[in-house]
T-cell receptor
């Protein structure tokens, strides 16, 4: 069966520091991969999605970036965090193509101080 | 792109009553409509979904209806229980992703 792992689970970072969140999927090949952000008490904001290695689509311009160095690995990064980057970050995957269920990782709580 | 609207944003019901959450979408090409439940501090989890070739789908106390002509779909929870308290998100598919509604916070009062 397919599983998705995301880490770290929580982190507190100072303003201006870098960020790296990592996500891996097991049990499937060539998945769609996604990064979502959820501010406290808010909805799901799609940040990036990827349909293949090295293919990244950005939905919201900001100081975050994403990379997909391997088929089942998706990384969210920032060179300099802002206070507004605080939130709950969710990695997710789906079977490649349209009309397929998205499955979420357990999420990473980021607090920028 | 697709635009999904969800109502109400908050909903309180007495235990045992029914709850209904409604969503509309804009892109007639969408053909997959999942519903997710998110408990406090946890990830959203799929609870039920429906495809455009079906008008209704039921799973125990949960049902979803779809009206493709009107471009709206609804989640129905019957005999609500305190453990149904959570945030519920509807979604509609695009080419490679899902477009989510803004969520409904359901509170079931014991």
């Amino acid at each position: 069966s397919q599983t998705i792992h995301q880490w770290p689970a929580t982190l507190v970072q100072p303003v201006g520091s870098p960020l790296s969140l990592e996500c891996t999927v097991e049990g499937t090949s060539n998945p769609n991969l996604y990064w979502y952000r959820q501010a406290a008490g808010r909805g799901l904001q799609l940040l990036f999605y990827s349909v293949g290695i090295g293919q990244i689509s950005s939905e919201v311009p900001q100081n975050l970036s994403a990379s997909r160095p391997q088929d089942r690995q998706f990384i969210l990064s920032s060179k300099k965090l802002l206070l507004s980057d605080s939130g709950f970050y969710l990695c997710a995957w789906s079977v490649l193509g349209a009309g397929n269920t998205i499955y979420f990782g357990e999420g990473s709580w980021l607090t920028v101080v | 792109g697709e635009n999904v609207e969800q109502h109400p944003s908050t909903l309180s019901v007495q235990e045992g009553d029914s709850a209904v959450i409604k969503c509309t979408y804009s892109d007639s090409a969408s053909n997959y409509f999942p519903w997710y439940k998110q408990e406090l501090g946890k990830r959203p989890q799929l609870i039920i979904d429906i495809r455009s070739n079906v008008g209704e789908k039921k799973d125990q106390r949960i049902a979803v209806t779809l009206n493709k002509t009107a471009k709206h779909f609804s989640l129905h929870i019957t005999e609500t229980q305190p453990e149904d308290s959570a945030v519920y998100f509807c979604a509609a598919n695009g080419a490679n992703n899902l477009f989510f509604g803004t969520g409904t916070r359901l509170t079931v009062i014991p």
